[in-house]
C-alpha cells in the first residue's frame, strides 16, 4: 500500500467522521455555504491588509483561513446528501457563494498590490478575477448546450490550491501567472470543445431531417 492511499483513507475517514457529526447536529448546508463565504471574506480583509513588514505574515494567516474556509466548501455536499437536504436551490446557492467566495480572495490580493503601488499586479490580478469567472461561465453556458462541458484544467479546487500555496510560502507572483494563463487557456479550450459539440449535432440533425 502507498503511502498517497495511505494518506487518502486516513483523509476519508476524518472527513466522514466530521460530515457524520455535522450530520447529527442537522445543520443548513446553506448554512455551510455561507459560512465559507465568511471565512473567504476574513483571507480577503488579510490579504488586503498586509503590507509591509508585516506582508509574509498576513500572507500565511490568510493560507491558513483559506484552509478553513475550503473545509466548510468541502463538507456541505456531503452533508446535504448525508441529512437528505439535497435541492435545486441549494446547488444554486452553492455555485453563486463559490463565484462571490474567489472574487473575495482576488479582491483582497487586489487592495494588497494597489497598496503596494505595484500596478502591473493589480492589471494581473484583474486578468486572474476575468479568467476565473469565465471559467465557470463557460462550463455552465455549454452545459446547458451539449449537457457536459469538464474539459480543460484550471478549475476552482486547483485555483484555491494554488492561491494557499501561493499565501503560505509566500509566492503570490507566479501563482498569479499561472492562474492567468491557464485559466484563460482552459476557456479557450471550452470554447471549441462546445463549438465541435454543437457542430456535430447540428450536423447529426440535419443528416436526420
Partial sequence: MSWTSVVGRVCGNVLYRVVR????????????????LVISITAAVLFGLATGDYQRKFFLYAGLVMIA?????????PVARATN????????FDSVIDRYSDLAVFF?????????NRFFYVVMVGI???????VSYTRARAES??????VGFMERPERLVLVMIGALFNRMAPVLWIIAVLSNITVVH????TYQRTKTSQQARVGTT
Fill in 190 to 193: 471550452r470554447i471549441i470543445y
Fill in 85 to 92: 437536504q439535497v435541492t435545486q436551490f441549494g446547488a444554486f
Fill in 128 to 134: 486572474v478575477m476575468t479568467g476565473s469567472v469565465m
Fill in 21 to 36: 457529526g455535522l450530520s447529527l447536529t442537522r445543520i443548513s448546508p446553506n448554512l455551510l455555504t455561507f459560512l465559507g
Fill in 145 to 150: 448546450l451539449i449537457g457536459t462541458c469538464r
Fill in 69 to 77: 474556509a475550503a473545509f466548510f466548501d468541502l463538507v456541505d455536499g
Fill in 108 to 116: 483582497g490580493l487586489l487592495v494588497y498590490y494597489a497598496r503596494a
